[in-house]
T-cell receptor, first 114, second 114 residues
Framework: AQSVTQLDSQVPVFEEAPVELRCNYS??????LFWYVQYPNQGLQLLLK??????LVKGINGFEAEFNKSQTSFHLRKPSVHISDTAEYFC????????????FGKGTKLTVNP | GAGVSQTPSNKVTEKGKYVELRCDPI?????LYWYRQSLGQGPEFLIY????????DSGLPNDRFFAVRPEGSVSTLKIQRTERGDSAVYLC????????????FGPGTRLLVL
């Protein structure tokens, strides 16, 4: 079984500041990793995913994440945030070659203040 | 093209009633998933279809929950004898294939059981 821990439930930052949203996972098998964003009153949208290869993954809207196998982490970063980045961010995993279900963390609410 | 659509967007019902929630996946997507998101939590897996068959229904909480996908496209999630604890946002997602393929989410159906 897999589990995902998002260490911060809320992250407030000022506009143009850098941000890091932390994600750690636990799994007895290899996994694929995903970050989804949920804007208010909208569905989940994929930001980026790690399947294999380079551990630094770039996604939409200037976000990137780095897979660290030894620390079982997949932290999300953005060097300069905008007001429009205010949303809830979810980290998720799927086991490779096993169940097809996404296992999500509880989410991190990012609030960007002017 | 059109994304995943879900109807109704909101559903209010009374304890003990029967409800049906509908999901229209992206055309051509063979895999379809249902998740449930309670307040302050990440989405939790309910059931996954590959084509017309339920490939994994391990997330259904009890036998009051049932889902079908008779023609391999539209899916209906059915909840019998609803309870207040069933109140949540029910999310549907689809993907072209399963596994590492991106799951595309609909806007969800917000169910409130009074």
């Amino acid at each position: 079984a897999q589990s995902v821990t998002q260490l911060d439930s809320q992250v407030p930052v000022f506009e143009e500041a850098p941000v890091e949203l932390r994600c750690n996972y636990s799994s007895s098998v290899s996994v694929y990793l995903f970050w989804y964003v949920q804007y208010p009153n909208q569905g989940l949208q994929l930001l980026l995913k790690y399947l294999s290869g380079s551990t630094l993954v770039k996604g939409i809207n200037g976000f990137e994440a780095e897979f660290n196998k030894s620390q079982t982490s997949f932290h999300l970063r953005k060097p300069s945030v905008h007001i429009s980045d205010t949303a809830e961010y979810f980290c998720a995993v799927i086991s490779q070659g096993g169940s097809e279900k996404l296992v999500f963390g509880k989410g991190t609410k990012l609030t960007v203040n002017p | 093209g059109a994304g995943v659509s879900q109807t109704p967007s909101n559903k209010v019902t009374e304890k003990g009633k029967y409800v049906e929630l509908r999901c229209d996946p992206i055309s051509g997507h063979t895999a379809l998933y249902w998740y449930r998101q309670s307040l302050g939590q990440g989405p939790e897996f309910l059931i996954y279809f590959q084509g017309t068959g339920a490939a994994d229904d391990s997330g259904l909480p009890n036998d009051r929950f049932f889902a079908v996908r008779p023609e391999g496209s539209v899916s209906t999630l059915k909840i019998q004898r609803t309870e207040r604890g069933d109140s949540a946002v029910y999310l549907c997602a689809s993907s072209f294939l399963a596994g590492q393929e991106t799951q595309y989410f609909g806007p969800g159906t917000r169910l409130l059981v009074l």
